[in-house]
């Protein structure tokens, strides 16, 4: 069956440090890979895309790896401030497909 | 980019009753979709609404629960019908503004609280 896994447990970490979120994939073929953020009450904001054609993509303080053969994608926030609490999403876009599919979340803590 | 606005942003509703709810958009776009997220849970999609053909289902969601119209390019609404404690659930509407490209823009959500 089709599966995208995120660490449902919460990540603690300490302000200024990396934080480093994992997303797993199983019998898809992603056109895409995608990361949102969701903060409490809110929808979520699309924050990076990589195709399945790229291996790394930066943003600012993100990144975002993606290897199709381990079927992973690795999102890295670098200087991590307090603000950057919230709930973070992998999402896939199927090769060919019109629709984007969600993972379940890890939940992310920067403690000052 | 594109701005979503939803309506109701939450309501409490009686079971065995109907709510409507309202997605409008700034841009004209394509490719709607309506999403449910669970308590503590993540998205479901729920069906695509692209204007000009029926809405498409996904598994274990159906019409007659929840209707969809896409009257225009720019606006859409998703009837929950016949509720139950069980459809308690924050109800999102997104789109793709590029016709495909993958990045999604979504709407505030819509919680409902079914009694």
């Known amino acids: 069956s089709q599966k995208i896994e995120q660490n449902s447990e919460a990540l603690n970490i300490q302000e200024g440090k990396t934080a480093t979120l994992t997303c797993n994939y199983t019998n898809y073929s992603p056109a895409y890979l995608q990361w949102y953020r969701q903060d409490p009450g809110r929808g979520p904001v699309f924050l990076l895309l990589i195709r399945e054609n790229e291996k790394e993509k930066r943003k600012e303080r993100l990144k975002v790896t993606f290897d199709t053969t381990l079927k992973q994608s690795l999102f890295h926030i670098t200087a991590s401030q307090p603000a950057d609490s919230a709930t973070y999403l992998c999402a896939l876009l199927n090769t060919g497909g019109f629709k984007t599919i969600f993972g379940a979340g890890t939940r992310l803590f920067v403690k000052a | 980019s594109a701005v979503i606005s939803q309506k109701p942003s939450r309501d409490i509703c009686q079971r065995g009753t109907s709510l409507t709810i309202q997605c409008q958009v700034d841009s004209q776009v394509t490719m709607m979709f309506w999403y449910r997220q669970q308590p503590g849970q993540s998205l479901t999609l729920i069906a695509t609404?692209?204007?000009?053909?029926?809405?498409?289902?996904e598994s274990g969601f159906v019409i007659d629960k929840f209707p969809i119209s896409r009257p225009n390019l720019t606006f859409s609404t998703l009837t929950v019908s016949n509720m139950s404690p069980e459809d308690s659930s924050i109800y999102l509407c997104?789109?793709?503004?590029?016709?495909?490209?993958?990045?999604?823009?979504f709407g505030e959500g819509s919680r409902l609280t079914v009694l």
């Open positions: 609404a692209n204007q000009g053909s029926e809405a498409t289902y």
């Open positions: 997104s789109v793709d503004v590029a016709g495909g490209g993958g990045e999604l823009f």
